[in-house]
């Protein structure tokens, strides 16, 4: 059984930084995209940032410039630094990743459980 797990999120204070972890568990031959997305209360899900298998990044506008999202393959975890947090950014925080379960499958999507972030002003 697949399951990604995170880890890293809490209550901070405007302009601190936390980072998240999201670990991929689990038997499966790929992966492909990964990514972060957030829920604020009352509000859609959102796309935080997204990472390819070659480390290409795209990022939503609000975020630019204050968060990093990486990856390190061989771990099979993907990771979310943010710095410089602003009331705007508490929600939870979920991660997703395209993964295959089996060379004679496609890439289906997961997500974790989600975390939540708090930022005070």
């Known amino acids: 059984q697949v399951q990604l797990v995170e880890s890293g999120g809490g209550l901070v204070q405007a302009g601190r930084s936390l980072r998240l972890s999201c670990a991929v568990s689990?038997?499966?031959?790929?992966?492909?995209?990964m990514g972060w997305y957030r829920q604020a209360p009352g509000k859609q899900r959102e796309l935080v940032a997204v990472?390819?298998?070659?480390?290409?990044?795209n990022y939503a506008d609000s975020v630019k410039g204050r968060f990093t999202i990486s990856r390190d393959n061989a771990k099979r975890t993907e990771y979310l630094q943010m710095n410089n947090l602003k009331p705007d950014d508490t929600a939870v925080y979920y991660c997703?990743?395209?993964?295959?379960?089996?060379?004679?499958?496609?890439?289906?999507?997961?997500w974790g459980q989600g975390t939540q972030v708090t930022v005070s002003s």
């Open positions: 689990g038997s499966i031959v790929s992966i492909n995209e």
């Open positions: 997703n990743a395209q993964i295959r379960r089996a060379v004679w499958n496609g890439y289906n999507t997961y």
């Open positions: 990472i390819t298998n070659d480390g290409s990044t």
